[in-house]
């Protein structure tokens, strides 16, 4: 079992330690903030002191990143040395013009919680998400191979991509949602109170990740700018001719303009895989009315468990104003009807 | 009991009629199209002929309405009509430009779903929804009353606003979101399946909406494009500086300008009332991994109900690949960690 030492205690790091210690690896801790330390070695993340390690896991904030990584590099002169920042190409270009890259693999455990700090860490952190890989060509295949294990002995699932890929990817799956939740929701201000009442689940889900940590994010977007930029262009410009065509709708190619917006939006979404890498509208939809107390959606599921439907996915609909809950289940085509069937014939309210 | 008669047995005329029926009063049901007004009756949303009507509810596609609205005051001398448009003032304009606007009281119930027609209906679409009444000062109490009546019978949660304050509302909270919502989903097309495959909940809840009908979606945001041109207008704006601020990231105030809107989203998403008209962000959340099969998520909820906590909300975390489920639980901050602790104590994996 390799030797590891985790620089950084806070969300990322100690649930890392956290992962790791429940697999017997008791990794060695370091932080520079002592009271987090204390923390993270108290709630069983890993010890103060250690042996030289094998692999140095640098979980500090995207901006502190390439400067810690460079130090643990020139600290731990034979150990293989990583990171977990959200953004790769900025850190590995700063870590190879200090000539020591060849000990250095990036990478990117796809997890996070709205909460940082060591308080907020659990050991399944990274369970089931993609850790992403970055390396580069002075990497060894066994400096690759010890990240990896990592990643499988949290039950995180590796995925291997280069640097400026990976950025890429991110910047249109993860940077440029968020930019577009906040700035959705900072339109909010603009509302009353009375407008706002009106607000349904689907400005609720739209805007939802607007209540992400604006410290942690403004460095994630300044270090991908520049795989954000055309992105964030594309939406400016969607926007702009939107706004031409809101200005004359009655001109010639107004409703046109809006119509391929949204039909290009109903392209686009058909493009993000569902759960288990499945198609994301594969399942069908019944909706179960219950009334709003403790049970009420234990009955709903240990009845469908128990004629032997699987739940894809479930979500709880919002009824402002109302003690009642509306239960979207989705399952299997096949299994959709039998289940409607049953529902019904047993007094459960389909709606 | 009011004598009732619903033109068009689309999705919302079919809802409506399924509706009221289950509260015994059987509307006259009327469609252009013959095969979608006779699946109504089937459904047994009502029948062919009735008494003559004391209110019509008009539940045709927003670009029919005006017109509709008009010819069943001309047959109906003496009913009160409404309409269940998304967009309020211009059909209001429309209809009184005939004289005859003093028996017409515009409404909205705020009820819908991603499918379409009379088999979509669902007899408690309306339940527990905002039901927006837009009376003029032409409009009798009594007028005003009858649908209010109609709304509080199919359950939905009757609210008055004038047109013009109803549209901007819902410029803001409902279709603002749905053309973001759309452009973002848009700028997928440009991404691969490598980088998609990357995708998150993040993503996939900032974009759900994009799945909408587009020929719906294009009636109801040509006729509410004065109260969306502003709207659209401020983001385009946010994101033409946010674009500024990317292209030269080390430039004096990119940062700043990041940040500020990062910040603003963070005050504008704490505005959105969450369930029951309380606070979006008032409630502890719990992270419960189980594995995903017929009846695990039943003997957690059964566990949960059992030792009396109410479940708030919950959400399915997807886990792209793997077999198993992280389901969010929100609790009462005050039940929050007793139930841990019973989660833990008996064996729960608590994340």
Redesign the interface.
Known sequence: MPNIKIVGTGLLGTSLGLALSRQGITPQLADQSKSALRLAVEYGAGELTGPEPDLVVVCVPPDATAEVVIRQLQEHTSAVVTDVASVKVEIAHQVNASGLGDRYVGSHP?AGREKGGPAAA????F????W?ITPHAGNTNDAIELIRDVALRVGA?P?Q?AAA?HD???A???H?????????????????????????Q???????????D?EL??QI??QN?KA??P??????A???A??TA??D?AAPG??AQ??S?????????????????GK??NYSQL?V?ID???????????????I????E????E???????G?VELQVLPEASQRLAEELEKNGW???
């Open positions: 796809m659990r050991a399944d952190l369970f089931a998400r993609p992403v699932l995925v991509l890929e890429k990817a991110v249109l799956v993860s440029l949602p968020q930019l577009v939740a906040s700035a959705l929701a900072s339109q909010l201000s603009s509302g009353t109170d009375d407008e706002l009442s009106l607000s349904g689907g400005l609720r889900d739209t805007a939802r990740i607007a209540a992400s604006p994010w403004v977007i300044s700018s954000l930029l992105l964030i262009s594309g939406m400016r969607e926007l702009q939107l706004e809101l200005t709708i107004s409703l809006v119509h917006l949204l039909t290009r939006g109903n392209t686009g979404i058909a493009r993000i895989p569902g759960k288990h890498g994301f509208a909706t009315m709003d107390s403790p049970g009420s959606l234990a009955a709903l599921f240990t009845f469908v468990g128990d032997g439907v699987n739940i996915d479930f979500k709880l919002h009824s402002p104003g109302a003690p009642i509306l309210r389909l709606v």
